[in-house]
């Protein structure tokens, strides 16, 4: 996946509160296990005028000119809660969404931002509200930078909001990694230890030869 490192795009208000998986991707648009042909199915309940239709509905913000082209998503409370489905992060990514600012996420979605690239922000309820109110009058003359570096992000022509981030979680986005490359970039010690556990426990090397 790519590095998130530093991040500038055009922001999209969607405040709702509980916006769950099967709101980001229903069911019925998961044609496929691997991570691609997600994206039109992306919030298809809401940007679409009908469940069989891919007629666009205009009052979606998505929809709309002035949000044409966002790559950063403010959202609402318990952001990603509901089912565990990781298509939902792989809708988003697809789309082209970089990252989610939002007051908190469901827990196993928040893992699944970030095993894909995608920042998940967390920003008190007030602060995603005016981030809101900052880009309202033209959303793409206004920005949004995100500096997963100097974790902080900051409103075009407005001061520096700074959030937090796991250093493990801020490891995988800033190098582009998933939990196996991460570990993978301890292989030097990963074989220093099998070679002195070979020497040291001959026996157990054996037992596992054998099985």
């Known amino acids: 996946m790519s590095p998130f490192t530093v991040h500038t795009g055009i922001a999209a208000p969607l405040l709702r509160i509980n916006i769950d998986t099967d709101a980001i991707i229903p069911s019925r648009e998961m044609k496929t296990v691997g991570k691609r042909g997600l994206a039109a199915g992306l919030f298809a309940g809401w940007r679409y005028r009908a ?3 891919r007629e666009p ?3 979606f913000v998505l929809n709309q000119p002035a949000h044409a082209g966002a790559s950063i998503l403010l959202a609402g409370a318990n952001f990603g809660c509901g ?3 990781e298509h939902a992060v792989w809708a988003l990514a697809e789309y082209g969404i970089r990252c989610v600012i939002a007051p908190s996420f469901g827990a196993i979605f928040f893992g699944n931002c970030v095993r894909n690239g995608i920042l998940p922000v967390v920003l008190e ?3 995603v509200q005016q981030l ?3 880009i309202a009058p033209d959303p793409q003359a206004r920005p ?3 500096n997963l570096q100097r974790l902080e992000l900051r409103p075009s022509g407005g001061a520096a909001l700074p959030f937090t981030l796991a250093p493990g979680h801020r490891s995988m986005l800033l ?3 998933d939990p196996i490359g991460l570990t993978l970039k301890q292989q030097d ?3 220093h230890f099998i070679r002195n556990d070979r020497q040291q426990r001959p026996w157990a090397q054996m037992a596992e030869a054998d099985a």
Do not use: M
């Open 132 to 134: 809101a109110a900052d």
């Open 57 to 59: 509905d205009p009052d």
């Open 125 to 127: 309820e007030a602060l």
């Open 144 to 146: 949004i930078t995100v």
């Open 83 to 85: 089912s565990s489905r």
């Open 189 to 191: 010690l990963i074989d």
């Open 175 to 177: 190098e582009g990694l």
């Open 51 to 53: 469940p069989d239709s």
